[in-house]
């Protein structure tokens, strides 16, 4: 993990928070979510386990605690100017963080998770805060007039991101920048095409 | 699973078969790739642990059974005359099939499973089945003129897919007719303008 808690750098707060999070992803990338055990985390976090029940609360809380750090900090909403140069930027960071081994066990943890109400619930609230970030994006679209006011900005957003999502979990397309591209420009011309040219203007951008 | 052997309908075979492969699920379900044991699967199926390791071989085997019986008979490729029908119906199968929660646990372990090497050759087998089950649709549409023929069946294929994939795994988007028909459409008419209204003739049908 390369984020740590801000109001001490580099003390041992900081140093404890980045040694667990890195403990969780390599326990639950060797053992999934039905083997993962706080025990197990704090020896390879060489930390005592009663630190993480204090400071976590279990180990909910701990992939709770890395996935909406990651939600909130590492795919920051891009903006370009254009939706296009936004989806194309916001996109190639998605496929970026997906591409990492600890995401693909994180991701695969929580869609994985329809039998467990706690994972469940962790995956409500990390998509919300996903979804959260992104929105913008759309809205300052709809600002500028590139788009209808009446899009539906979610169901844009899994348009453009589906693709490389299923690609890098399911069948390991080669999601290259090209083809990140391809997928927003798909989208904006098919959903123009779709409203009768009306909803997406692509080329007008206000900076 | 809903699928069995033919050559004895109705016989042991084929009730030990349904047996295995409804425990195997059950087991992974709860315990995930790395908790599955074939003790386990054996006790849940009412078999000896013998009974599978002589006819599937292990645990690697029987998932592969399974994903891969799935793959051959569960999504019959639609042939309906037109490309936009076959791939209405195509994601229409493909989001039946993902919503089911014996899939959703099939489908985390083989996203979860970069780390691992014989679940990544599984994965490798069940999508090359998949993929190869799915482009006679584009190959019939190149034929009928529907399609220009240099077009990337697969890059479709994952375009087409992606939205109800992530949105089911993801974010548990609503993704109903409605959705998927979205989908194919936006796809195939941002194809079609992307290429200057060459490649894709959604109206043209040879039926």
Chains 1, 2 share one sequence.
Not at 154 to 170: E, M, T, Y
Not at 171 to 193: K, N, Q, S
Request: glycine share 10%; proline share 4%.
């Amino acid at each position: 993990m390369t984020d740590e808690r801000r109001r001490r750098p580099g003390g041992r707060t900081a140093r404890v928070t980045a040694a667990v999070r890195a403990a969780t992803v390599a326990a639950l990338t060797e053992h999934g979510w039905n083997g993962l055990a706080v025990e197990d985390v704090a020896a390879r976090a060489g930390v005592n386990k009663t630190t993480i029940y204090r400071r976590w609360g279990g180990r909910d809380a701990l992939v709770a605690d890395i996935l909406l750090a990651a939600a909130d900090q590492r795919i920051a909403p891009p903006d370009t100017g254009t939706l296009r140069g936004d989806l194309v930027a916001f996109v190639r960071q998605v496929r970026d963080a997906l591409v990492a081994p600890a995401n693909r066990a994180l991701m695969s943890t929580l869609a994985g998770g329809g039998h467990d109400s706690s994972l469940a619930e962790l995956g409500r609230r990390y998509w919300a805060a996903r979804f959260a970030r992104a929105r913008p994006m759309v809205e300052r679209a709809v600002a500028r007039g590139e788009l209808a006011a009446d899009v539906d900005a979610d169901a844009l957003i899994v348009r453009v991101v589906g693709p490389v999502w299923f690609g890098v979990f399911g069948p390991r397309t080669d999601v290259d920048d090209a083809f990140v591209e391809d997928c927003v420009e798909i989208v904006l011309r098919g959903t123009a095409t779709q409203a009768g040219n009306s909803s997406v203007h692509p080329e007008k951008s206000n900076p």
